[in-house]
């Protein structure tokens, strides 16, 4: 009877989403309130007009999503492969493209290592998560035992 694969992964980075989506609000809301209280901070050099409140507003909005966008890495795996979605990118690969999954104690987050000498960081699985990380690292390594423990598919 053969082993059951093992379940499928899935991490993102839990407290870094959180401060960047309370950075995200604290940022909008400050600039919000700036560009609404613009025309009561009145200089004699400089008068603020409508479209100084908007560009403000929108400014806060602006920096608020980009905020937000550092929360947006993610690791997917399962028995075919893994996908991953940092900061800037996205990137698919088989578990036989992979050689380890290192997540040593100087580092910040995982990092994958694949069969090319190559290495990429897995930004959704950080140590400050604790043992989320840990049990998202130990499960994409059970996903990659698994998947050399497998027979090779034949060509036909």
Same mark, same amino acid.
């Given at each position: ?5 093992p379940p499928a ?9 959180? /401060?960047?989506?309370? /950075? ?7 600039? &919000? ?5 613009l025309p009561d ?11 100084? #409140?908007?560009?403000?507003? %929108?400014?806060?909005?602006? /920096? ?6 550092? %929360? ?5 795996? $399962?028995? &075919? ?8 990118? #996205? ?11 290192? +997540?040593?104690?100087? +580092?910040?987050?995982? &990092? ?7 290495? +990429?960081?897995?930004?959704?699985? #950080?140590?400050? $998560? %604790? ?18 423990? #497998? ?6």
């Amino acid at each position: 009877m053969p082993t059951p694969a093992p379940p499928a992964v899935s991490a993102v980075p839990r407290r870094w989403r959180s /401060l960047c989506a309370v /950075l995200a609000v604290v940022v909008a809301a400050v600039l &919000t309130y700036v560009g609404v209280s613009l025309p009561d901070n009145v200089t004699g050099v400089a008068r603020y007009t409508v479209a100084d #409140q908007v560009a403000v507003v %929108g400014l806060g909005l602006v /920096l608020g999503g980009g905020l937000l966008a550092l %929360g947006r890495p993610r690791v997917d795996a $399962d028995a &075919t492969g893994i996908r991953v979605r940092n900061l800037l990118g #996205q990137r698919e690969l088989p578990w036989t493209a992979v050689r380890a999954v290192r +997540f040593d104690k100087r +580092f910040r987050w995982a &990092t994958v290592l694949t069969t090319d000498d190559d290495e +990429f960081a897995l930004l959704a699985v #950080q140590g400050a $998560d %604790g043992d989320r990380a840990v049990d998202a690292v130990e499960g994409l390594r059970a996903l990659l035992a698994a998947s050399r423990a #497998q027979p090779p598919a034949t060509r036909g």
